[in-house]
């Protein structure tokens, strides 16, 4: 995808009956100068987010005390005003070819941040994961005077900022990123759910103190391992529910829990029905099967 160097700007008319999220520029660059440079607290155009893509060569993102050399591949993340600064290398030999979103923070800073906390200010993120082809798309879309109306760009930004977020939370669930222990926690936990599995057991198993255990099983996979234990058994209780005539008591200690009313209880804390509602349908949508995140 070929891109025509120059920041496209948007000044929508404010809706006063809508909250939307409001695109401020989006852009292709190629930097040679040396002069190129941006200090966050010198800005007077806030307040912005900035999210900035580099293609190829290199730039200097400086945050309070750190210092990245963001290269092909890399983003980084600013908010503006904010302590920062960002700027092209005086030694660098190659143009440092960049594209990048400016928007306001209102409705999407909780998303923001939360993307900013787990995978940091200066992130891997590969040419054709999603965040950055629908980046590719926006700045396209600008270019060919596509974005052209405040809906429009409303949309652009709040898909943007939901593929972001979901890119990490995917990231963080695939198990291929898991450590080799988490990795072996989690196939106990799925192999052993319908046994009485207590965290001393699981950690014994895989040579982890407790702490160290919730600790790391918590941050590589969104769950606690006795959330991560009630999501199997609740899923394949749902198995058991559509395609079995086993009563709930069965099912119950088929699936590792002592009494059916303690099934019942973490059955509807997780799906909003009962077993009865969901193996019925009841007056409520006859669920095949539920999707959890």
């Known amino acids: 995808m070929d891109f025509t ?34 200090d966050g607290l010198e800005r007077n155009d806030g307040p912005l987010l900035l999210f900035q ?4 060569g290199e730039g200097v993102f400086e945050s309070e005390n750190r ?26 030999k190659e143009p440092w070819q960049f594209l990048f ?15 900013l906390r787990e995978a940091g200010e200066v992130p891997h993120l590969s040419a054709d994961c999603a965040p950055v082809r629908l980046l590719r798309m926006i700045v ?18 709040y898909q943007f900022m939901t593929e972001l977020s979901r890119l990490q939370v995917t990231t963080l669930r695939n198990k291929d990123n898991w450590s080799e222990s988490i990795r072996r926690a989690a196939d106990y936990i799925e192999h052993n759910f319908a046994q009485m599995i207590s965290i001393e057991q699981l950690s014994e198993h895989v040579s982890l ?7 790391r099983f918590s941050a590589s996979t969104g769950l606690t391992p006795g959330a991560y234990l009630t999501r199997i058994r609740i899923e394949k209780a749902m198995e058991l529910l559509r395609g079995s005539s086993l009563s709930i008591e069965a099912i119950s200690k088929q699936i590792g829990y002592s009494s059916g009313s303690y099934f019942i209880k973490a059955f509807r804390s997780l799906t909003g029905l009962t ?3 969901f193996r019925s349908g ?4 006859a669920y095949r099967r539920l999707f959890f995140d």
């Open 5 to 38: 160097r120059g920041t496209y700007g948007f000044r929508f008319a404010e809706d006063k009956e809508l909250q939307l999220c409001v695109l401020f520029a989006a852009g292709y660059d190629s930097i040679t100068d040396p002069s190129y440079r941006w």
């Open 140 to 157: 396209n879309d600008a270019a060919a005077g596509r974005i052209s109306d405040p809906l429009i760009a409303s949309s652009s930004i």
């Open 101 to 115: 979103l400016l928007f306001r923070p209102d409705l999407i800073l909780p998303h923001w941040r939360k993307f």
């Open 53 to 56: 893509y580099t293609l190829s």
């Open 67 to 92: 210092t990245y050399l963001v290269t092909a591949g890399q983003a980084f993340l600013a908010e503006i005003p904010g302590r920062h600064r960002y700027f092209y290398p005086p030694d660098s």
């Open 282 to 285: 009841g007056d409520s949508l």
């Open 209 to 215: 103190s407790k702490y160290h255990l919730i600790r």
């Open 275 to 277: 077993p009865g509602e």
